[in-house]
Structure formats: structure tokens, C-alpha cells
């Protein structure tokens, strides 16, 4: 439990108290920028803690610039903070999304807007429908989460990273983390885990498995004449397709399209190099991987300036500061949901978020014995195979929002997280502009998994 002492022990010696919060979120990515601002509008006193210099996790370290899995055919199924971001970005111009006129398939809205990467990517019409996404700039994502967590007086500790959880008797009461001022506490009345690693929750001691997925050293290209290369895999499609095999074959992996355009003009963003066999839990994997893809990139750049209608001027403009992380440690919580529940779209009565049409239910967020923490993001209670098909940052976003949510209503009831009614969470939920999947899709499997 939060209190105001000025120290908390530790195996190491005293370590300051540096703050106190009703909620505190660990992890500035997607998920816990949603978690943090949903709280601070639920009227708590919200502390935001981050190891990186800014806001925004894979989405805006990590580039990988296309929102997307949050639409159920023509529904947006992922609303609220995640759609006010996205608003936000686009009224600054660093955001585009397709019109409604647009979302359909068809091959000429396949040829005008497939390079943005704002198509259903999950369906098996030829061309696939183009749908609601947001292609968005990386330091717009991260000029937009200062300005939604600031003018919800979040307080946001930058620059210290997660070292330890502080539970007593079950129940966690905030976290230790380490900085350039040394070690420090930093104590909430709940704690939401938005690591992406399960970071909080497996020091905590909450049960968890261990998942592996390929990883990505994402990058950016700049000086592109992106029309050029658009006419060329257009209409000369035998001569694109020789040297689309040979980027990729250089690549060693990579999405069928392996650039994509973005909001700058001549800048693109590469959602590459595949790299398997690699733990993102290992500090050994992770250098290896950061070295690998950068000589990846290098040949790739040098490839296709030599060889790529379009990319003949181009220069390697960034490579993204986070390695793509996919999948590391899972929580193992009160319910694990399945690929069947994913790939079945089984509705849950305690459902708190959407993502394409599968739903979240609450109980994955929580984990078993541990009180008074929340689990939000990528690292949520599923299995291995289902994560990988319900991972995507719009959908993690709504959790987090589910999350702060919940921990305000624990904190107004006077009861633990996992003591939430959920209907009530469900009901502040849709009132504040969000879907919180309490109403079954028309392809939902009505066969519900009970509550």
C-alpha cells in the first residue's frame, strides 16, 4: 500500500521515496500513455515511469508507424484514446488515414493506398480492403502523448528504468527503479505493468510464460521518389518482381510489402529485417540483433540505390532506437485467452476492449496473487499462438484505457482491482468514447467463454 514514508527498505539498503500516486503506471508505450491519461481523467493522481527519453514505446521508438487491427469490416472497434490520438496527429499533418470512400476492394484503392499500409491485413479478398488505419510520423506520436498526458496532469518520470516490484503480503505498493540520481521508489495505490515484458508483474512473483516471436530492427529511408517506385511495381510488374525478391532475400524477412510510405515526403519506413532465434530478454540476443539488422539494412540501402527505381538518391535516415520486441514473457492470470477464443472471436461477458472482432476480457488483465495490479499491453494472459494474432498497439491501448478506468472505480469503491463490478466498468467505459466490447459482434461466437 501507498504511504508517505520518506524511504522503503530494501535488499540493498534505504531507497527514497521520489513519489505517490493512486496510479501508477510503469511503461510509456501505447498502452500505458492510455492507462495513465484514463486514470488522470477518473480524477487520480497519476504517476507515469518510462526507462527511455520519451513517450510512445514501439509505436514511436520502436517505428512501427501504421495504427491498424481496430476495425470489424466497416466498425471501428477501436475508439477512445487511441481515435483522439490519431485525430490529434492528423489535425497536425503527421497522421493519414483512408476516407470512408475509400475503404473498400477494390485494385485502384489497392493501388492508391496499399504503400500506406492501411489495409485489412487479416482478409483473404484479393486485393484486400483498404480500411481505417492511421499511417503516422514517429515524433508526431510522441509530440501528441506529451500533450494528452500533460493536459491530464499525469506526472511523468522519464529516464528510470524498472528494477523491482515492492509487494507485501500479496499486494503490490509501487516499484524501485534506477536512474542517473541512483535508485528510487516510486509508490501507487495501484500499479498498472505496461512493460511489454511483464517486467512488474513477474518480479511481483504473478505466474507468467515465456513466448518467442521473430524481431525487427526497423528503419527509415529518406529521399524516395515514391511515385517513381509506385509506377515501376505497377507497370513494368515482371522487373518489380525480380528485384522485390532480392530486397527481401537481403532483408533475410520481411511483410510482403517491406517499405511503406509515411506522412514526410520521400520518407519511408521498413518494417524489417525479419531476425528469428533471438530472446528479448537476454542482453546478449538483444546486441546480437541490433548488430545483425544494422548490417542488413546497410546492404539493403546499398542495394536498392544501385538497383530500385525510386530509391536512387535515397539515404538510410534512421534506424529505429527500440528493437521490435514482439513477444517475450505472458502473463499466465485469471483467464489465459486461446487462439480458439482469438480465431473463433469468442465474446466474453467481462469484455473491456475490442481489438479487430476479438475481445479482452477482464480477467486477462489480472494477474493471480497479486493484488492491486493491472496488466496491460502485449504481454496480457494468453497463449503464445493467440498474442501473436491480438498484439497490435490500438487494441493495447484500449486495455490500458480499460485499465486506468478500472483503477479508478476500485479507488472511488474502496475495493481491489479484481473486485471491479464490471458492468459498471463496461458502462464508464462506452460513456468516455470507447468500445469496451460489452455487445457482441455479429460475428462473435455467442458460445461464450462464462465470466
Same mark, same amino acid.
Given at each position: 500500500?501507498?504511504?508517505?514514508? %520518506?524511504?522503503?527498505?530494501?535488499?540493498?539498503?534505504?531507497?527514497?521515496?521520489?513519489?505517490?500516486?493512486?496510479?501508477?503506471?510503469?511503461?510509456?508505450?501505447?498502452? @500505458?500513455?492510455?492507462?495513465?491519461?484514463?486514470?488522470?481523467?477518473?480524477?487520480?493522481?497519476?504517476?507515469? /515511469?518510462?526507462?527511455?527519453?520519451?513517450?510512445?514505446?514501439?509505436?514511436?521508438?520502436?517505428?512501427?508507424?501504421?495504427?491498424?487491427?481496430?476495425?470489424?469490416?466497416? $466498425? +471501428?472497434s477501436?475508439r477512445?484514446?487511441?481515435? $483522439?490520438?490519431? *485525430?490529434?496527429?492528423?489535425?497536425?499533418?503527421?497522421?493519414?488515414?483512408?476516407?470512408?470512400?475509400?475503404?473498400? #476492394?477494390?485494385?485502384?484503392?489497392?493501388?492508391?493506398?496499399?504503400?500506406?499500409?492501411?489495409?485489412?491485413?487479416?482478409?483473404?479478398?484479393?486485393?484486400?480492403?483498404?480500411?481505417?488505419?492511421?499511417?503516422?510520423?514517429?515524433?508526431?506520436?510522441?509530440?501528441?502523448? *506529451?500533450?494528452?498526458?500533460?493536459e491530464?496532469?499525469?506526472?511523468v518520470?522519464?529516464?528510470?528504468?524498472?528494477s523491482?516490484?515492492? /509487494?507485501?503480503?500479496?499486494?503490490?505498493?509501487?516499484?524501485?527503479?534506477?536512474?542517473?540520481?541512483?535508485?528510487?521508489?516510486?509508490?501507487g495505490?495501484? /500499479?498498472?505493468?505496461?512493460?511489454?515484458?511483464?517486467?512488474?508483474?513477474?518480479?511481483?512473483?504473478a505466474?507468467?510464460?515465456?513466448?518467442?516471436?521473430?524481431?525487427?530492427t526497423?528503419?527509415?529511408?529518406?529521399?524516395?521518389?515514391?511515385?517513381?517506385?509506385?509506377?515501376?511495381?505497377y507497370?513494368?510488374?515482371?522487373?518489380? &518482381?525480380?528485384?522485390?525478391?532480392?530486397? &527481401?532475400?537481403?532483408?533475410?524477412?520481411?511483410?510482403?510489402?517491406?517499405?511503406?510510405?509515411?506522412?514526410?515526403?520521400?520518407?519511408?519506413?521498413?518494417?524489417?529485417?525479419?531476425?528469428? %532465434?533471438?530472446?528479448?530478454?537476454?542482453?546478449?540476443?538483444?546486441t546480437?540483433a541490433?548488430?545483425? @539488422?544494422?548490417?542488413?539494412i546497410?546492404?539493403?540501402?546499398?542495394?536498392?540505390?544501385?538497383?530500385?527505381?525510386?530509391?536512387?538518391?535515397?539515404? +538510410?535516415?534512421?534506424?529505429?532506437?527500440?528493437?521490435?520486441?514482439?513477444?517475450?514473457?505472458?502473463? $499466465?492470470?485469471?483467464?489465459?485467452?486461446?487462439?480458439?477464443?482469438?480465431?473463433?472471436?469468442? =465474446?466474453?461477458?467481462?469484455?473491456?476492449?475490442?481489438?479487430?472482432?476479438? =475481445?479482452?476480457?477482464?480477467?486477462?488483465?489480472?494477474?493471480?496473487?497479486?493484488?492491486?495490479l493491472?496488466?496491460?499491453?502485449?504481454?496480457?494472459?494468453?497463449?503464445?499462438?493467440?498474442?501473436?494474432? #491480438?498484439? $497490435?498497439?490500438?487494441?493495447?491501448?484500449?486495455?490500458?484505457?480499460?485499465?486506468g478506468?478500472?483503477?479508478?472505480?476500485?479507488?472511488?469503491?474502496? /475495493?481491489?482491482?479484481?473486485?471491479?463490478?464490471?458492468?459498471?466498468?463496461?458502462?464508464?467505459?462506452?460513456?468516455? @468514447?470507447?468500445?469496451? @466490447?460489452?455487445?457482441?459482434?455479429? *460475428?462473435?461466437?455467442?458460445?461464450?467463454?462464462?465470466?
Amino acid at each position: 500500500m501507498a504511504t508517505a514514508a %520518506d524511504f522503503v527498505e530494501d535488499p540493498g539498503g534505504r531507497v527514497p521515496v521520489a513519489g505517490i500516486a493512486d496510479l501508477l503506471v510503469v511503461g510509456g508505450g501505447p498502452a @500505458g500513455i492510455a492507462a495513465a491519461v484514463a486514470g488522470a481523467r477518473n480524477g487520480l493522481s497519476v504517476t507515469l /515511469v518510462e526507462r527511455y527519453p520519451y513517450l510512445g514505446g514501439l509505436a514511436s521508438g520502436g517505428m512501427v508507424l501504421v495504427l491498424d487491427d481496430m476495425c470489424n469490416g466497416a $466498425e +471501428i472497434s477501436v475508439r477512445g484514446i487511441c481515435i $483522439e490520438l490519431i *485525430n490529434r496527429l492528423e489535425r497536425l499533418g503527421l497522421a493519414v488515414t483512408p476516407p470512408a470512400a475509400d475503404r473498400r #476492394s477494390d485494385r485502384a484503392m489497392w493501388r492508391k493506398w496499399s504503400r500506406w499500409g492501411v489495409f485489412d491485413f487479416t482478409s483473404r479478398d484479393k486485393p484486400q480492403p483498404i480500411n481505417y488505419s492511421a499511417a503516422f510520423d514517429p515524433d508526431g506520436f510522441k509530440r501528441v502523448a *506529451n500533450e494528452l498526458v500533460a493536459e491530464a496532469k499525469v506526472t511523468v518520470r522519464l529516464h528510470s528504468w524498472f528494477s523491482r516490484a515492492i /509487494v507485501e503480503g500479496g499486494r503490490i505498493g509501487g516499484v524501485i527503479c534506477e536512474s542517473k540520481e541512483g535508485r528510487h521508489a516510486v509508490l501507487g495505490s495501484v /500499479v498498472v505493468d505496461a512493460t511489454g515484458d511483464l517486467d512488474v508483474a513477474a518480479s511481483a512473483g504473478a505466474p507468467f510464460v515465456v513466448g518467442s516471436y521473430m524481431v525487427t530492427t526497423v528503419f527509415r529511408l529518406g529521399g524516395i521518389d515514391t511515385m517513381e517506385a509506385e509506377r515501376f511495381e505497377y507497370e513494368e510488374p515482371d522487373a518489380f &518482381k525480380v528485384l522485390d525478391r532480392e530486397a &527481401k532475400r537481403i532483408l533475410g524477412g520481411s511483410w510482403d510489402k517491406w517499405w511503406l510510405q509515411t506522412p514526410l515526403p520521400g520518407v519511408v519506413w521498413c518494417n524489417c529485417p525479419h531476425m528469428s %532465434d533471438y530472446d528479448g530478454l537476454k542482453v546478449a540476443d538483444l546486441t546480437r540483433a541490433d548488430f545483425e @539488422g544494422r548490417k542488413r539494412i546497410v546492404a539493403l540501402h546499398e542495394f536498392a540505390r544501385a538497383k530500385m527505381p525510386g530509391f536512387g538518391d535515397c539515404f +538510410i535516415l534512421d534506424v529505429a532506437p527500440q528493437l521490435g520486441i514482439r513477444q517475450t514473457r505472458l502473463l $499466465e492470470g485469471i483467464y489465459v485467452v486461446t487462439k480458439e477464443d482469438v480465431v473463433q472471436r469468442r =465474446y466474453f461477458q467481462d469484455a473491456v476492449a475490442r481489438g479487430r472482432d476479438y =475481445y479482452y476480457p477482464y480477467r486477462a488483465m489480472l494477474p493471480r496473487g497479486v493484488a492491486q495490479l493491472l496488466v496491460a499491453g502485449r504481454h496480457y494472459s494468453a497463449t503464445s499462438a493467440a498474442q501473436r494474432i #491480438s498484439r $497490435e498497439i490500438p487494441p493495447c491501448m484500449a486495455m490500458g484505457q480499460a485499465a486506468g478506468v478500472a483503477a479508478a472505480l476500485a479507488l472511488e469503491g474502496g /475495493v481491489a482491482v479484481g473486485e471491479v463490478e464490471v458492468k459498471a466498468l463496461q458502462r464508464r467505459l462506452r460513456a468516455q @468514447g470507447a468500445d469496451p @466490447g460489452d455487445r457482441p459482434a455479429s *460475428n462473435a461466437c455467442i458460445a461464450e467463454a462464462a465470466a
